[in-house]
């Protein structure tokens, strides 16, 4: 992917994350190819989910000095190419109900939906995300790959009557037929729990062609 290879190439250090999720040869190998592909950057491994390397990811952050400086060659033509392959999504939902409900079942719910929808269709996701927000506490739930499937990367325990729900998608597909998908399983999600859903607001789009303003010598 020229985009994501772009991004590690202007990187000051790289961060592989999930090692909890792969064996040691895997992290080792992944670690060498990083390394012989990049050279003369920082390779830090670490597990959001189990907090193992954050030691060492927060004093990298605490560093100074001078980051930032590298620059690359980009070919505007590819990289809108790899852009304009990925549907966005970004929508608030309010629901609400009569009786109370669990705040992460709902999630849970809701992104299984979508993830069977994407399998369905053959929309690959990039990054979905789903979080739920009520008065006192809110979940985290994601799909980072169509065949790893959804997980709650953060409960709530939360049982609430009223809630905010954003979905966050990245997905390949058309922006239009993702938003169907999304519109269509909140409504079914929030059917089975007996919600009533509100759509605050939702766009879904392709991003432009980047036009630089500026370059640096």
């Given at each position: 992917?020229?985009?994501?290879?772009?991004?590690?190439?202007?990187?000051?250090?790289?961060?592989?994350?999930?090692?909890?999720?792969?064996?040691?040869?895997?992290?080792?190998?992944?670690?060498?190819?990083?390394?012989?592909?990049?050279?003369?950057?920082?390779?830090?491994?670490?597990?959001?989910?189990?907090?193992?390397?954050?030691?060492?990811?927060?004093?990298?952050?605490?560093?100074?000095?001078?980051?930032?400086?590298?620059?690359?060659?980009?070919?505007?033509?590819?990289?809108?190419?790899?852009?304009?392959?990925?549907?966005?999504?970004?929508?608030?939902?309010?629901?609400?109900?009569?009786?109370?409900?669990?705040?992460?079942?709902?999630?849970?719910?809701?992104?299984?939906?979508?993830?069977?929808?994407?399998?369905a269709t053959d929309a690959e996701a990039a990054h979905l995300k789903v979080i739920g927000l009520c008065?006192?506490?809110?979940?985290?739930?994601?799909l980072v790959s169509n065949a790893v499937g959804p997980e709650m990367s953060l409960a709530s325990s939360?049982?609430?009557?009223?809630?905010?729900?954003?979905?966050?998608?990245?997905?390949?597909?058309?922006?239009?037929?993702?938003?169907?998908?999304?519109?269509?399983?909140?409504?079914?999600?929030?059917?089975?729990?007996?919600?009533?859903?509100?759509?605050?607001?939702?766009?879904?789009?392709?991003?432009?062609?980047?036009?630089?303003?500026?370059?640096?010598?």
């Amino acid at each position: 992917n020229y985009i994501f290879r772009k991004q590690i190439e202007e990187a000051d250090f790289v961060v592989i994350n999930r090692i909890d999720e792969l064996p040691v040869e895997q992290v080792n190998e992944l670690q060498s190819l990083i390394e012989n592909e990049y050279p003369g950057r920082p390779v830090l491994r670490c597990s959001a989910k189990t907090g193992d390397g954050f030691d060492a990811l927060t004093a990298m952050l605490e560093q100074r000095g001078q980051f930032g400086t590298r620059l690359m060659e980009v070919d505007y033509d590819i990289y809108a190419e790899g852009e304009a392959e990925l549907g966005w999504l970004n929508s608030q939902v309010t629901v609400e109900a009569d009786q109370e409900f669990a705040l992460d079942e709902l999630l849970t719910d809701l992104i299984g939906r979508l993830h069977g929808r994407l399998v369905a269709t053959d929309a690959e996701a990039a990054h979905l995300k789903v979080i739920g927000l009520c008065d006192h506490s809110y979940a985290v739930a994601n799909l980072v790959s169509n065949a790893v499937g959804p997980e709650m990367s953060l409960a709530s325990s939360a049982v609430t009557r009223q809630a905010n729900v954003v979905v966050n998608a990245r997905v390949a597909t058309d922006p239009a037929e993702l938003e169907s998908i999304v519109r269509t399983e909140l409504a079914a999600a929030c059917g089975a729990f007996g919600l009533e859903h509100k759509v605050v607001s939702l766009q879904s789009f392709r991003p432009g062609r980047p036009v630089p303003t500026h370059r640096i010598h």
